[in-house]
């Protein structure tokens, strides 16, 4: 299942992150697969696009990164998939 994930730098301090970032790494559980990520240009807010089949990994991951960050954890759907499960609905309407 996919995941989006928007990360709130807390003070706007990405270099504290990014810090911890480079010296642990994701500090991720296993089962827990990072896709892709974007940064907001002013450094306010992560935009974390990942993958896993239980949720409650989240919580653990989550632990090694409270003090810096505050989460917003959405499960999505591709739009192409969305797009093809409203299609085979839209006929019977």
């Known amino acids: 299942m996919l995941f989006m994930v928007v990360e709130r730098f807390k003070n706007q301090d990405a270099a504290a992150v990014y810090a911890r970032l480079r010296q642990q790494g ?3 559980p296993e089962g827990l ?3 892709s990520s974007w940064i907001e240009a002013n450094l306010d807010r992560c ?3 990942m993958e896993c089949d239980d949720p409650l990994l989240f919580q ?5 990164w409270h003090d810096l960050v505050e989460f917003e954890i ?5 739009s192409k998939e969305t797009a093809a499960a409203i ?3 839209a006929p019977g309407r």
């Open 26 to 28: 994701r500090m991720m």
């Open 33 to 35: 697969r990072y896709v």
């Open 47 to 49: 935009f974390q696009l």
């Open 60 to 64: 653990e991951w989550i632990v090694h």
């Open 74 to 78: 959405t499960p999505v759907v591709p």
């Open 87 to 89: 299609g085979r609905e």
